[in-house]
């Protein structure tokens, strides 16, 4: 249920966290943990395949996203990019309980860059269950016009504690997009993410990379208290990525070794 209010400033959405989609999940990622079952806590990030606001297909826009407007201003601005996010874990989310996210905008801006015209907009979205606030997460979202293309991104780190290299497919894409019903055709699409929008394939979501730099900081760390991402440049296919960790902080390096995401990890 998607309740809009003040001025479509904020917004209301509530989820049964069926345990199932969980499950989906963990089978998607490949993660040998057991089904989980009502009441478990989820393992951090695994919200995103919750609170789904899908819209009619008047609604999105011509890259498969809602259109702005409403919660996202439209800045005028197509291009999309979730920039990154500052996450709170005050209390695990647990499956197959019922919970509620608010979310309002908190700014958007628009101003010049190396690469041109640039927006962002920073959105907050509280998750409480049983009653308490669970998590707090601060998103940032870029906005770039067409044809834009951002400057050289940075060299990932050479030294690490522990690394882990993946290689990610046009399956796990396509059902990571339909578990966090996430539209955008860069993620599905190779002519439209190609022709369109310049990348050399498909695009590996942001938030799926993120998700297992949470898995990884939550093997090694223990619980989270705190994570906070950023992605740098995008990773697309065929190209495998390396995970690693140094202390708290985390990253994913592309095979030319340029940084696509850096992380900070707040242990609990």
């Not at 199932?20 to 695994?46: I, K, N, S, V, Y």
């Not at 991402?229 to 190209?239: D, I, N």
Request: glycine share 10%; aromatic share 8%.
């Amino acid at each position: 249920m998607v309740a809009p209010m003040a001025g479509a400033q904020e917004s209301t959405v509530e989820d049964r966290m069926d345990i199932a989609r969980a499950a989906a999940l963990q089978a998607a990622l490949g993660l040998d943990l057991p089904a989980p079952e009502t009441g478990d806590p989820l393992p951090p990030f695994f919200h995103q395949v919750y609170f789904w606001d899908p819209q009619p297909p008047a609604a999105l826009g011509a890259d498969g996203h809602a259109a702005t407007g409403g919660l996202i201003p439209d800045l005028g601005l197509p291009r999309r990019m979730w920039a990154g996010s500052r996450l709170s874990f005050h209390a695990p989310l647990r499956a197959g309980i019922r919970a509620t996210r608010h979310s309002r905008l908190l700014a958007a801006t628009r101003k010049t860059g190396r690469s041109g015209e640039l927006a962002f907009v920073t959105l907050r979205h509280e998750i409480h269950q049983r009653g308490g606030l669970a998590l707090t997460e601060d998103q940032d979202l870029v906005y770039r016009p067409e044809g834009a293309r951002p400057g050289p991104p940075p060299r990932a780190p050479i030294s690490a504690e522990a690394r882990e290299k993946r290689r990610f497919d046009p399956v796990l894409l396509f059902r990571y997009s339909a578990l966090t019903l996430n539209g955008h055709r860069i993620h599905y699409d190779a002519d439209y993410a190609r022709e369109t929008e310049g990348y050399p394939g498909l695009v590996v979501h942001g938030p799926l990379l993120a998700q297992h730099l949470m898995l990884m900081a939550t093997r090694e760390l223990g619980p989270l208290a705190g994570f906070a991402f950023r992605a740098t440049a995008p990773l697309c296919l065929p190209e495998a990525a390396t995970f690693a960790l140094s202390g708290t902080r985390l990253w994913v390096a592309g095979e030319d070794g340029r940084q696509c995401m850096e992380a900070d990890a707040v242990p609990a």
